[in-house]
């Protein structure tokens, strides 16, 4: 059976609707106070319940949301709960780098499994060291090939292309992407100063006279995005592209890629986005590859062939 917060919907339906049945019926209720009321619509005694739930904004509702559905779920007598978080926010709190914070990745992750979720399924995690914070399983799905299909579909001269990766630690990811596409490889080393503001110091490889295609785990404001569209074409390149797993297109965002050179941004629908406020906003759809994911995960077959 399959479920769905507020968050996404769509999605939710698309996966119900691969999988060839109808998206189980839940309703959520916001009182007065700001306290939320959730409630399963039919039963779900000894059922493999799957609940799709993307931790965007407003981040903290849409998590309360889904840690109550997931307890709602096991007192209802569910045989096994699967949390379905095609965005996991946090990701990016997955150490202690200042004095006296939070390392809110893992605390998100504790309180998915006191309220009882069985197993996690996720999408490009900002830090894959997240994935060990789970004492159940967690199956952690790439965008890869259809972010590498949409390349190869969508840009002419792909054979001129090269892959750039915005900073040092989206090296693997954009390494892997390279390979996929037979195509050489840069990336920035840059500089964040602050949550919306980025500085790109130096590029390394070679982009010049070649098409650059940006590829990175998220869009949140775009800062850093747009400090790469300027890196590369100061460096040569004479088209931008870019494709994301995650896009957010918080605050200036949409505004910022509008008055950039950049040809198209492409990012899945993970998170609930309307692409029609701008010409230069693509989605991808990954909802198939979540319901093989469900499927699989239903039968106990391997998940691993997904990410080839």
Same mark, same amino acid.
């Given at each position: 059976?399959?479920?769905?917060?507020?968050?996404?919907?769509? #999605?939710?339906?698309?996966?119900?609707?691969?999988?060839?049945?109808?998206?189980?019926?839940?309703?959520?209720?916001?009182?007065?106070?700001?306290?939320?009321?959730?409630?399963?619509?039919?039963?779900?005694?000894?059922?493999?319940?799957?609940?799709?739930?993307?931790?965007?904004?407003?981040?903290?509702?849409?998590?309360?949301?889904?840690? =109550?559905?997931?307890?709602?779920?096991?007192?209802?007598?569910?045989?096994?709960?699967?949390?379905? +978080?095609?965005?996991?926010?946090?990701?990016?709190?997955?150490?202690?780098?200042?004095?006296?914070?939070?390392?809110?990745?893992?605390?998100?992750?504790? =309180?998915?499994?006191?309220?009882? @979720?069985?197993?996690?399924?996720?999408?490009?995690?900002?830090?894959?060291?997240?994935?060990?914070?789970?004492? +159940?399983?967690?199956?952690?799905?790439?965008?890869?090939?259809?972010?590498?299909?949409?390349?190869?579909?969508?840009?002419?001269?792909?054979?001129?292309?090269?892959?750039?990766?915005?900073?040092?630690?989206?090296?693997?990811?954009? @390494?892997?992407?390279?390979?996929?596409?037979?195509?050489?490889?840069?990336?920035?080393?840059?500089?964040?100063?602050?949550?919306?503001?980025? #500085?790109?110091? @130096?590029?390394?490889?070679?982009?010049?006279?070649?098409?650059?295609? +940006?590829?990175?785990?998220?869009?949140?404001?775009?800062?850093?995005?747009?400090?790469?569209?300027?890196?590369?074409?100061?460096?040569?390149?004479?088209?931008?592209?870019?494709?994301?797993?995650?896009?957010?297109?918080?605050?200036?965002?949409?505004?910022?890629?509008?008055?950039?050179?950049?040809?198209?941004?492409?990012?899945?629908?993970?998170?609930?986005?309307?692409?029609?406020?701008?010409?230069?906003?693509?989605?991808?759809?990954?909802?198939?590859?979540?319901?093989?994911?469900?499927?699989?995960?239903?039968?106990?077959?391997?998940?691993?062939?997904?990410?080839?």
């Amino acid at each position: 059976m399959v479920f769905s917060g507020q968050s996404n919907r769509a #999605l939710a339906g698309q996966i119900a609707a691969s999988l060839g049945i109808p998206l189980g019926k839940s309703t959520t209720q916001k009182f007065a106070n700001d306290n939320l009321l959730v409630r399963f619509e039919e039963s779900l005694r000894e059922a493999d319940v799957f609940i799709v739930q993307s931790l965007t904004p407003p981040v903290h509702d849409n998590l309360m949301e889904l840690l =109550m559905m997931v307890d709602a779920a096991k007192g209802s007598s569910a045989n096994r709960v699967t949390a379905v +978080i095609p965005y996991y926010s946090y990701a990016r709190s997955d150490k202690k780098d200042a004095p006296r914070i939070s390392i809110a990745g893992r605390l998100v992750a504790d =309180m998915l499994q006191t309220a009882g @979720s069985d197993r996690v399924l996720t999408m490009t995690l900002h830090s894959s060291q997240v994935h060990g914070f789970f004492k +159940i399983p967690l199956d952690h799905l790439s965008a890869e090939p259809v972010i590498a299909n949409y390349f190869a579909t969508r840009v002419d001269g792909l054979e001129d292309s090269v892959v750039v990766a915005p900073d040092a630690g989206d090296m693997k990811r954009a @390494s892997s992407l390279a390979r996929r596409l037979a195509l050489p490889i840069a990336f920035i080393d840059k500089q964040r100063l602050s949550d919306t503001e980025v #500085l790109a110091r @130096s590029l390394v490889g070679d982009v010049k006279n070649k098409i650059a295609l +940006i590829i990175d785990d998220e869009i949140s404001t775009a800062a850093s995005l747009v400090k790469a569209v300027e890196a590369v074409l100061a460096s040569g390149a004479h088209r931008v592209y870019a494709a994301v797993t995650h896009g957010i297109y918080a605050g200036p965002a949409i505004k910022r890629i509008e008055a950039s050179p950049l040809e198209e941004v492409a990012a899945t629908n993970t998170c609930l986005h309307n692409s029609k406020k701008s010409k230069k906003l693509h989605t991808l759809d990954v909802g198939p590859l979540f319901a093989e994911a469900i499927w699989r995960i239903h039968r106990g077959e391997s998940v691993s062939s997904l990410f080839t």
